[in-house]
């Protein structure tokens, strides 16, 4: 964004005087379109995921609201708009009303260095992964905040899991990010996308053996961060109520849901820019790209697709994987996931030293790593075509419409 | 925990959530057993399974007036008068389907299956006091089984024990209700 404001001050010619001005003009208006952004995302996640939901338990889901029920997640806002805003007796009334922004805030900062084009992006800081990993501790105290203020039992013990569990999972999501930091040497987003290819084996999750499996990690670490299935344990309905935030009603409420929908979206860009590319084109130096407003609009829309289809994995997991004990969560965090990453980044260095004395060898391990995932994409395909094939109610073997 | 075992979990938990993805993918690629019930479909009544247990209905001309439903059903929701004297007539059959809760104890009492769900399920009304089912206009006889009858002879009787052999194939062979509820909460049946 200083970019741009500097630019906005050469066009004009304003002097250095105003130019403060200018640049916080620059920085609202790039503010509120994330946090419009972030909001459209969130509610329409909330109507795509409980369509997608519905489809994988063989039901239709919302869909009386306009075209397939498109408008429900304005309808559902509506309603927790209009709805009583209830603060119950004995809560710390203080901490109850403000914990809600807590989490919101803490997932929209990570906007600030998510980046949407070479140029569109909040800040483009040289420790944006620290920033993203650091800032995302406001959750944590939001949770927390939420479970003590509400005076019940069950959202203390909400609050409760959910900081243990979010405190131990940052511990594998930065040690998967070490992985790729080691190749690429910078804790910048854009720079990192920058040194990546357009073209898929050019991507950092095929640099390595060590990244490939680290994208994996940072997958399942970062679900278990932003508390979504299988990792939910925070407001497992069948113990919990609904976890921190049982006492919580109207708006307050759907700010949590907020913070969680529009979760999705920051692992889904965080897990892209970081290993898949992010807004790189195929064919196209990330100079030109740069210069140009029409390739910038291009890498937005890769950027975002590439997102989304994460986002979508991340749906799909939570309608398919029964949700973990709490012991076992520990377990996986610990003796599998931390491990396996410290394993990692000594591969991801290993193979980062011989790739300075030999170059070809990078090409080599990219393209087997590139050719060994789409055959696994292919077999997963057979699966689903098998799976459809061998079903044995045939009444219901017709595609969707 | 050996090193082959910690392995083998790692191996097992990656295989099946593959396979677990595979399987959710395939269901989302398929319709959905759901369907619309007043959107898609007039009735409904020929997606629901037999035995299914609506609202009941008697066939006043079966009904022997012994009273057995009215005693068995727990909660006192089947009214039945017979008037006394040399001859007898049945003068009320009154069904509250507003507290009826659908157990079916009344339809196994019925000698004569006279008494029986019926696939309708949907018979709102804008007030309670309607869904108390009359079912009886005007007094009838009741029914005399016959000992000589056979099945062919249908208005001369049914052996009682036939009917009862019969019950389940006539659950099965039972057509779609005819229960109206107009609005004077009168229950007419098309066939008396
Ligand atoms: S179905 Fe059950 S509740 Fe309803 S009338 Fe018969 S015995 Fe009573
Ligand atoms: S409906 Fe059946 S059980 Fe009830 S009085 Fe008539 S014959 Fe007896």
């Given amino acids: ?401 | 925990m050996s090193f082959t075992n910690y392995l083998a979990n790692i191996r097992n938990s990656v295989v099946s959530i593959f396979e677990g993805m595979a399987v959710t993918f395939s269901w989302m690629l398929r319709r959905p057993h759901t369907v619309q019930y007043p959107d898609k479909v007039d009735k409904g009544h020929e997606l629901i399974k037999e035995g299914f247990r609506g609202i009941l209905e008697v066939d006043v001309s079966l009904c022997t007036g012994c009273l057995a439903c009215q005693r068995t059903c727990p909660i006192g929701v089947i009214l039945v008068e017979v008037s006394k004297g040399t001859e007898r007539y049945i003068t009320r059959f009154d069904i509250d389907a507003a507290k009826c809760m659908y157990c079916g104890l009344c339809t196994e009492a019925c000698p004569t299956n006279a008494i029986r769900h019926t696939k309708e399920f949907a018979y709102s009304v804008d007030d309670i006091r309607k869904l108390v089912l009359h079912y009886i206009k005007e007094p009838v006889k009741p029914y005399k089984p016959v000992k000589d009858a056979t099945p062919d002879n249908f208005n001369a009787g049914r052996f009682v024990s036939e009917i009862v052999k019969n019950r389940e194939k006539e659950y099965v062979e039972y057509e779609a209700p005819s229960v109206k509820i107009p609005d004077g909460g009168q229950t007419e049946k098309e066939k008396n």
């Fill in chain 1, 1 to 401: 964004m200083f970019e741009i404001s500097s630019k906005i001050l050469d066009y004009f010619g304003i002097s250095s005087d105003f130019s403060v001005i200018v640049v916080v003009l620059v920085f609202f208006v790039y503010g509120l379109f994330a946090l419009t952004f972030a909001s459209l995302f969130a509610g329409i996640t909330s109507w795509y995921e409980r369509r997608i939901a519905g489809r994988m338990q063989s039901r239709i889901g919302p869909n009386r609201v306009g075209y397939q029920g498109f408008w429900q997640w304005l309808a559902d806002g509506l309603k927790c708009w209009f709805k009583e805003d209830i603060i119950p007796k004995d809560t710390d009334s203080v901490l109850f009303r403000i914990a809600p922004y807590f989490v919101f805030t803490g997932v929209l900062s990570t906007f600030v260095v998510i980046p949407f084009s070479p140029t569109i992006v909040g800040s483009d800081m040289n420790v944006g992964l620290v920033y993203i990993i650091a800032i995302t501790a406001l959750v944590v105290a939001g949770i927390l905040m939420a479970g003590w203020a509400s005076n019940s039992k069950w959202t203390l013990l909400g609050g409760i899991r959910s900081a243990a569990q979010m405190i131990s999972y940052e511990i594998p999501v930065a040690l998967s990010l070490i992985v790729v930091i080691i190749p690429a040497g910078t804790l910048s987003l854009q720079k990192i996308i920058q040194m990546q290819g357009g073209a898929p084996y050019n991507w950092f999750i095929f640099h390595n053996p060590g990244t490939f499996a680290a994208f994996f990690i940072y997958f399942t670490s970062a679900l278990a961060e932003g508390n979504r299935t299988p990792f939910d344990l925070p407001e497992a309905e069948s113990e919990l109520v609904a976890g921190y935030n049982t006492e919580y009603s109207g708006m307050r409420f759907l700010f949590f849901l907020f913070a969680e929908w529009m979760n999705l979206y920051v692992i889904g860009a965080i897990a892209t820019a970081v290993f898949l590319g992010g807004w790189r084109i195929p064919g196209i130096a990330y100079e030109v790209q740069a210069a140009s407003l029409w390739l910038q609009f291009v890498g937005f829309i890769i950027f975002l697709i590439k997102a989304l289809l994460l986002v979508n994995v991340i749906i799909w997991l939570r309608w398919t994987l029964p949700r973990l004990r709490i012991d076992q969560l520990m377990i996986m965090c610990y003796k599998y996931l931390i491990p396996l990453s410290v394993i990692m980044i000594l591969l991801s260095v290993f193979f980062t030293v011989i790739y300075y004395s030999l170059p070809f060898l990078s090409l080599a391990v990219r393209i087997v790593l590139f050719i060994l995932s789409l055959i696994v994409a292919g077999y997963f395909g057979y699966r689903v075509y098998f799976n459809i094939k061998y079903f044995p109610d045939k009444t219901y073997l017709r595609w969707m419409i």
